[in-house]
């Protein structure tokens, strides 16, 4: 089984157990080799009611570090919050809670979302 394939695997067993819903959305990551992107999701309607990615122009990022990461974390944060959501449950997409996807949490809360 090559990476991918593990990953996938990892990520449905996360998501049997992790559901969106209006009172607490999912905080959704996926990460490439050069950039990291996160949605706040409601699986009920089946909406995406935030979104971030280390893309956007106020980052101004090349590839993807923990530093990057951090910053995305803080910026949904902000945009989730003025949209009056403070919990959520996090979803990391089958990667391992490390490096990135720990920088990303760890801005987020940072910022006022509470996992």
């Known amino acids: ?8 695997k990892r990520r449905q067993r ?10 607490r959305p999912r905080f959704t990551v996926f990460k490439s080799n050069r950039y990291i992107y996160v949605q706040i999701i409601d699986d009920l309607n089946g909406h995406t009611l935030v979104s971030a990615s280390s893309l956007e122009k106020v980052l101004d990022a090349k590839n993807v570090n923990c530093e990057v990461s951090k910053q995305v974390g803080s910026l949904i ?4 919050v003025d ?11 089958g990667y391992k809670y490390h490096g990135n996807i720990k920088a990303l949490a760890d801005g987020a809360r940072e910022s006022g979302l509470q996992f």
């Open 83 to 93: 949209k009056g959501i403070s919990k959520v449950s996090f979803d990391r997409g």
């Open 1 to 8: 089984m090559s990476k991918t394939d593990l990953r996938g």
């Open 14 to 23: 996360i998501r049997k157990k992790i559901f969106g819903t209006i009172e």
């Open 77 to 80: 944060a902000k945009r989730a």
